[in-house]
């Protein structure tokens, strides 16, 4: 049974910090690209940041340089840590785990997301 386990959410001021962690179990983890997505009510969830089995990155334009996705293989586990946060930021933030294994064959799971409210 594949699972992916976010934490670190939460409530925070604008311009600070917050780290999210996605434990994922049930999936040979370094070989999958691990994304971070987010959504708010009333649009379409949006890729935030994602990393690759070989490590490489991208980022949606609004969180360069601001946030750094990042994996542990051996903890089986990514990273999202975000600085200098806006309230724009603000979001259920969910993980997300894909595995092309061919053309047609594609394995692509979810986590259930965890609240990132950036707010005095």
């Known amino acids: 049974q594949v699972q992916l386990v976010e934490s670190g959410g939460g409530l925070v001021q604008p311009g600070g910090s917050l780290r999210l962690s996605c434990a994922a179990s049930g999936i040979i983890f370094s070989r999958y690209a691990m994304g971070w997505y987010r959504q708010v009510p009333g649009k379409q969830r949006e890729l935030v940041a994602g990393?690759?089995?070989?490590?490489?990155?991208s980022y949606t334009d609004s969180v360069k340089g601001r946030f750094t996705i990042s994996r542990d293989n051996a903890k089986n586990t990514v990273y999202l840590q975000m600085n200098s946060l806006k309230p724009q930021d603000t979001a259920v933030y969910y993980c997300n785990a894909n595995f092309q294994l061919t053309v047609v064959v594609e394995y692509n799971y979810w986590g259930q997301g965890t609240q990132v409210t950036v707010s005095t």
């Open positions: 990393i690759n089995s070989s490590n490489s990155t």
